[in-house]
């Protein structure tokens, strides 16, 4: 992941919940919030609240090539 996208870090994400495993997720970070940030989950009468609406969709053309190209690295 360092080779092909050159990140400045990269973070991992422990996702599991409701399942009886967990999920490591790698994520390349280009900027301190490419994880999470208030974007994406805020703090509404004491409760975290999840929003996606303003997280950008990429295209699926795109990640299949992103994973050829981890692939081949």
């Known amino acids: 992941m360092r080779t092909a996208f050159k ?3 990269v973070g991992m994400v422990v996702h599991g919940f409701g399942v009886p495993h967990a999920h490591l997720i790698v994520v390349p970070q280009h900027s301190a919030d490419q994880i999470t940030s208030s ?3 805020r703090i509404e009468n ?3 609240v999840h929003d ?3 997280v950008p969709q990429p295209d699926r053309a795109l990640l299949d090539s992103q994973a050829i190209l981890l692939r081949d690295t």
Do not use: N
Request: aromatic content about 8%; cysteine-free.
């Open 52 to 54: 996606t609406r303003h």
């Open 39 to 41: 974007r994406f989950a």
């Open 46 to 48: 004491g409760a975290i």
């Open 7 to 9: 990140p400045l870090r």
